[in-house]
């Protein structure tokens, strides 16, 4: 409310000094030779619409400016509600891809022999190391998504190779171990057994 007779002050003010100026000028003088040549009622009429003009005018300009100021302001909550949404939108999906390069593997294996030939690369005896009841099948969660399980029996590893081999399969494969078997040979110091896990990737 403040602000709104602020601007009618102002307005006025402009009004009155436009006023000023203009009783200065020849048009004046033109503009009261002209009042007098008209007949009272008609000067009553100059006078009420002048009236009005000076009454009305500011409170239009004030409402036109109102205006304005609304819509800049819905304008720019509108933006902000945008930007908010797109941001959130980018964050989800950050998280989102996040997440399924946590969880998924780069690549599932499509058979037995190709989870075999994916151990290899893991630097250990490939000799020690084989696969069994590999199976795979479409998440319960999503069918975009495979689901492999399957057996990893390995032979005779040091302990070195054993932690090595169980680091690299939830890191490089990004396996879940789901039950791991050992078997310690004591006179050697070897380790024997097997590791169930389960993967998921995308189709």
Not at 75 to 96: C, G, H, M, P, V
């Amino acid at each position: 409310m403040n602000m709104i007779m602020n601007w009618l002050k102002a307005i006025d003010q402009i009004i009155f000094n436009q006023i000023d100026l203009f009783k200065n000028t020849k048009y004046y003088e033109q503009f009261m030779d002209f009042m007098n040549q008209l007949n009272y009622e008609h000067q009553r009429l100059v006078t009420y619409l002048i009236s009005a003009f000076f009454i009305l005018g500011p409170l239009l300009i004030v409402g036109i400016m109102g205006l304005n100021t609304y819509s800049l302001k819905s304008n720019l909550n509108t933006k902000k509600e945008i930007q908010a949404s797109t941001y959130k939108f980018i964050n989800q999906a950050d998280r989102l891809q996040s997440l399924q390069q946590t969880i998924l593997g780069p690549r599932a294996p499509g058979n037995q022999n190709e989870l075999k030939v994916s151990l290899n690369a893991f630097n250990i005896d490939p000799n020690k190391l084989s696969v069994d009841n590999f199976r795979q099948e479409s998440s319960h969660n999503s069918p975009q998504i495979k689901q492999i399980s399957a057996e990893i029996i390995y032979k005779k590893l040091v302990l070195s190779d054993f932690v090595d081999l169980v680091k690299k399969l939830i890191t490089i494969n990004k396996v879940r171990i789901s039950a791991i078997e050992i078997n310690r040979d004591d006179s050697e110091k070897l380790l024997s057994g097997k590791i169930n896990i389960l993967q998921y990737a995308k189709k």
